[in-house]
């Protein structure tokens, strides 16, 4: 059984920084594609990040490309998105997600194993 565990959300002023990290149990986590998601209130779950196994072309959303970097340690059985340049729009749940096979990277529906989310809000 597969578990994950984000950390690293909290509250931040619009421009500043934050490092969100996921952990991930119970199963060889070098398999797995993992995906950062995010949920604002009353929004649809939207896709933020995904990497392979190797770490090789993370892939974003356009609206965070060139604020938002994704990296993995497999060694460690972590994915972390690094967060700069935030803004009040960033403002929501984030999940870290996790499959071992993904047909498309942006589709919440395909990533069977989640966390439980950690709060990122952005002030103005």
């Known amino acids: 059984q597969v578990q994950l565990a984000e950390s690293g959300g909290g509250l931040v002023q619009a421009g500043g920084s934050l490092r969100l990290s996921c952990v991930v149990s119970?199963?060889?986590?070098?398999?797995?594609?993992m995906g950062w998601f995010r949920q604002a209130p009353e929004k649809e779950r939207e896709f933020v990040a995904a990497?392979?196994?190797?770490?090789?072309?993370?892939y974003y959303a356009d609206s965070v490309k060139g604020r938002f970097t994704i990296s993995r340690d497999n060694a460690k059985n972590t994915v972390d998105l690094q967060m700069k340049s935030l803004k009040p729009e960033d403002t929501a749940v984030y999940y870290c997600?996790?499959?071992?096979?993904?047909?498309?990277?942006?589709?919440?529906?395909?990533?069977?194993?989640w966390g439980r989310g950690t709060q990122v809000t952005v002030s103005s």
């Open positions: 997600a996790a499959g071992a096979t993904i047909p498309r990277v942006t589709d919440h529906r395909m990533y069977p194993h």
């Open positions: 119970g199963r060889t986590f070098s398999y797995y594609r």
């Open positions: 990497i392979t196994w190797s770490g090789d072309n993370p």
